[in-house]
């Protein structure tokens, strides 16, 4: 691990802790010698991280310290990149938008020193399939999850099927091909999921559904697990 790094998980480690760590047990998690933690303490203290230390009770990262923005090791940058970079080309338009957006500004955030990461990308999301496009704006659906709101919708089934339903979305799931809104479904009084491809329109209500979404999530994933263990 190099130093930058090592820094890095310094302040991490004591960012996560609620009392007081030991000089021991941070190295023994950073895997690293006392005295080499010795010499990485002093650098975050002369750099002016407020860390506090006491002999015999440890170190303590003072509260409310914030890092500087995207500080970030080479494989966190790497994996960052790699992500959005699948989300512009398998996700909804606005928000492959989004994720080029993003690759632009951490491009232009990052130290030099990291840059070359980016520039020369030894990693790259690779797809042999065409993805199945929707006849209207995903990022409406998106809004509706964000703001907890109902959503009218026509779907079409695999049967061709037609039916109006009012929904409770509560997650977009993004798969190779498609992607899935999983909801609560008022018609089926029950948890449905319905491909984005197949709904023919979308309409946002104004009335919020009553419950909370994390709520609404861990019912799902309860559920979930119920039906296939």
Do not use: N
Request: charged content about 30%.
């Amino acid at each position: 691990m190099r130093r930058a790094e090592r820094l890095f998980q310094i302040i991490q480690v004591l960012r996560s802790k609620r009392r007081a760590v030991t000089g021991r047990a941070l190295a023994e998690e950073l895997e690293i010698s006392l005295r080499t933690l010795y010499r990485d303490i002093a650098e975050l203290i002369a750099q002016r991280v407020p860390i506090r230390g006491e002999a015999g009770v440890g170190y303590v990262l003072e509260a409310g310290y914030d890092m500087p923005p995207l500080m970030l090791t080479p494989d966190e940058l790497e994996a960052a990149v790699l992500g959005a970079a699948w989300v512009a080309t398998r996700g909804d338009p606005s928000l492959a938008r989004g994720a080029r957006d993003l690759i632009a500004k951490i491009t232009e955030s990052i130290p030099p020193p990291l840059r070359p990461i980016l520039l020369d990308a030894g990693l790259r999301p690779l797809s042999f399939k065409p993805v199945a496009m929707e006849g209207f704006d995903v990022s409406e659906l998106r809004a509706a999850i964000r703001d907890r709101r109902k959503v009218a919708i026509a779907y079409e089934d695999v049967d061709q099927q037609s039916s109006t339903r009012t929904i409770w979305p509560i997650f977009i799931g993004y798969t190779e091909e498609i992607r899935i809104v999983a909801a609560w479904c008022e018609w089926r009084r029950d948890f449905r999921h319905f491909r984005t491809d197949r709904i023919r329109s979308v309409r946002v209500m104004d009335e919020r559904y009553p419950e909370r979404t994390a709520v609404l999530r861990k019912r799902w994933e309860a559920l979930r697990r119920s039906r296939h263990p």
